[in-house]
């Protein structure tokens, strides 16, 4: 049985996932997109998966740059998301423009304010498949946002969800 790229595509619609602003900077230049393929390996050593599209403009300046920082956004954050996926023909700086940035351990730029748990990563690993880049990313530092909820991407549409761990 061959499924089809449609086909994969509604299933996957209906797999909801947390939506994230996945930034990095350095030498190679800064850069950012809106990613809901992001998912823990192991916490041993503490370690996420990140998937990039091959052909973005970004992709060599993540791989040049090897760190990286998932941003996962707040429920209010739909906005956000749509400018780094590329919706409203933002260049890079207008995109940054939209939020306040600060730095941890990599360089990488960590959301201030509108992420509920921000990741910052040294990339460790890259694997090529079909049409994405596999970033494997250990962390190095953890920031946790206000309790709020959280924004994820389901049924292609943006859904407030739940409070954080925590919250009162």
Known sequence: MTVSSQEFRDAMARLGAAVNVVTTDGAAGRAGFTAS???????????????LNRRSRGNALFKANGVLCVNTL????????????GKGGLDTDG???MARWSRLATGAPVLDGDAVVAFDCR??????KG??????????A???GSPGGALIWYGRGYHPVGHAVGAA
């Open 37 to 51: 393929a992001v998912c823990s390996v192991t916490d041993d050593p503490p370690t996420l998966l990140v998937c």
């Open 74 to 85: 707040a429920s209010g954050c739909s906005e956000l998301s749509d400018a780094f996926a």
């Open 95 to 97: 995109r940054f423009a």
């Open 123 to 128: 990339i460790t690993e890259v694997l090529e």
């Open 131 to 140: 049409t994405h880049s596999v970033l494997f990313a250990e962390i190095e």
């Open 142 to 144: 953890i920031r946790h």
